[in-house]
């Protein structure tokens, strides 16, 4: 129980650290804050904890690849910002993404 109670909170700390940073001078601290791998690190204490070395390896390599649908992510944001409203915007990357 308390240690879904700390997962719980580590996700809340990382959202109120966006809030906070979408509101700063420095904005882009707002993009580096979910490449901290609040998230990742919860999910490799669980499977490090629980299952194998090679679990935790495959976890690991799996994550790698994530990396190649999140950039389409961003670059599309990054070429729709200025051509369609944010709506459309956040909602073709995520079908980018997807895709």
Do not use: D
């Amino acid at each position: 129980m308390i240690s879904l109670l700390l997962k719980c909170l580590t996700g809340a700390f990382a959202v109120l650290l966006i809030a906070l940073a979408s509101k700063s001078r420095y904005v882009e601290l707002a993009g580096l804050v979910p490449l901290f791998p609040t998230f990742a690190l919860i999910a490799h204490v669980v499977i490090g904890n629980s299952r194998s070395v090679t679990a935790l390896q495959t976890t690991a390599l799996f994550g790698l690849w994530s990396l190649i649908p999140y950039a389409a992510y961003l670059s599309a944001i990054y070429f729709l910002s200025t051509r369609a409203s944010l709506s459309m915007t956040l909602f073709s990357a995520v079908v980018v993404w997807v895709v």
